[in-house]
Nanobody, 124 residues
Framework: QMRPVESGGGLVQAGGSLRLSCEVS????????TGWFRQAPGEEREFIAS????????QYADFVKGRFTVSRDFAQNTMYLEMNSLKPEDTAVYYC?????????????????WGQGTQVTVSS
């Protein structure tokens, strides 16, 4: 069973940057995928990016448009989300999720393990 834990959220001004971290403990295999999602008040949970830890293949949502970058550090069991040029509409709770297997997925129901989320607030 994998246990993702997010960190790094906070308050930032529009145009600023933040880096989120997700430590994934409890894994016993190397073939898994982790993803970032976000959820704003009154909205559905939205896919941002995912990464295959073995191949480092990545998938991004269209709205990312080069502003966000997902990466992972195998030795640290940690995935990162580097966010640049932040906008007020990026304000949300950001979640890390994990799933066994090698296929990248962009829907929440495909992920079995979830963190508690970290709040990101972008002021105008």
């Amino acid at each position: 069973q994998m246990r993702p834990v997010e960190s790094g959220g906070g308050l930032v001004q529009a145009g600023g940057s933040l880096r989120l971290s997700c430590e994934v403990s409890g894994r016993t295999v190397n073939n898994f995928v982790t993803g970032w999602f976000r959820q704003a008040p009154g909205e559905e949970r939205e896919f941002i990016a995912s990464i295959n830890w073995m191949t480092i293949a990545k998938q991004y949502a269209d709205f990312v448009k080069g502003r966000f970058t997902v990466s992972r550090d195998f030795a640290q069991n940690t995935m990162y989300l580097e966010m640049n040029s932040l906008k007020p509409e990026d304000t949300a709770v950001y979640y890390c999720a994990a799933r066994f297997g090698t296929r990248l997925r962009d829907t929440p129901r495909e992920y079995s393990y979830w963190g508690q989320g970290t709040q990101v607030t972008v002021s105008s």
